[in-house]
């Protein structure tokens, strides 16, 4: 008999296991994000328009200013803070969109920890990035020439320790959700899904693109 009680409940599917605290919690983070990456998607216009700004600011303001610099960890540093300043701009377009997202998510638990922490790891990045202020790239640039190529000016690092530890996509679904989405949501997941495809092609295409024009009117070697 005890061991037909212990087959039934390996039986039993890991969803049926979770708390309603987890399905609930679980709904409204599908939610969130879906309202996040949708809005995103829907601001890629205006996230392709603001790329084409850093980059003719950039061009305008100090073409060929890093000509002649060597390549060292200090380019590297000038190089992700320009990778910066094009993903806060993008951020930048719907600041409300991402505001929305942290109210919704940031109290949210579940009974696995590990769940939690992640999505609370995300909600703080993503606060982070909204937060941070675009980086005057021609100014530290100037700085660094400046220097003789000694020392990089304070602004780039302190942005760059911001940013980079920071920096996340827009969306975020952690494996650890499974256990608790319902049927119903698979839908909502599939679009969600579909969405966050379309950003990181965004990212991928015009990102790159971007980032591999303004580095080359620099002419900084990352």
């Not at 979770?18 to 996230?47: E, M, R």
Request: with cysteine; hydrophobic share 45%; net charge neutral.
């Amino acid at each position: 008999m005890i061991m037909v009680a212990v087959v039934a409940v390996l039986a039993i599917p890991a969803s049926a296991w979770a708390t309603s605290g987890d399905v609930a919690s679980t709904q409204k983070y599908i939610q969130a994000n879906y309202a996040l990456v949708q809005a995103g998607s829907s601001k890629l216009g205006a996230g392709r328009a603001a790329l084409r700004a850093v980059r003719s600011r950039i061009e305008g303001e100090c073409p060929r200013g890093a000509a002649e610099s060597p390549q060292n960890p200090d380019s590297t540093e000038l190089s992700n803070e320009i990778i910066g300043a094009m993903v806060t701009s993008a951020y930048h377009t719907d600041v409300p969109a991402g505001e929305s997202f942290i109210r919704a998510a940031a109290g949210l638990r579940w009974s696995n920890r590990a769940l939690t922490s992640a999505v609370r790891s995300y909600v703080g990045k993503l606060k982070v990035l909204i937060a941070l202020q675009t980086p005057n790239v021609c100014s530290d640039v100037r700085a660094w020439v400046a220097s003789g190529y000694q020392t990089l000016p304070a602004t780039t690092v302190r942005f760059d320790q911001q940013f980079m530890p920071n920096w996340v996509a827009l969306g975020e679904l952690p494996g650890g959700l499974a256990p608790y989405e319902r049927a119903s949501e698979r839908s909502l997941l599939h679009r969600t899904n579909a969405l966050e495809e379309q950003l990181t092609e965004f990212e991928a295409g015009d990102g790159v693109e971007t980032w591999w024009n303004i580095m080359n009117a620099l002419v900084l070697n990352p």
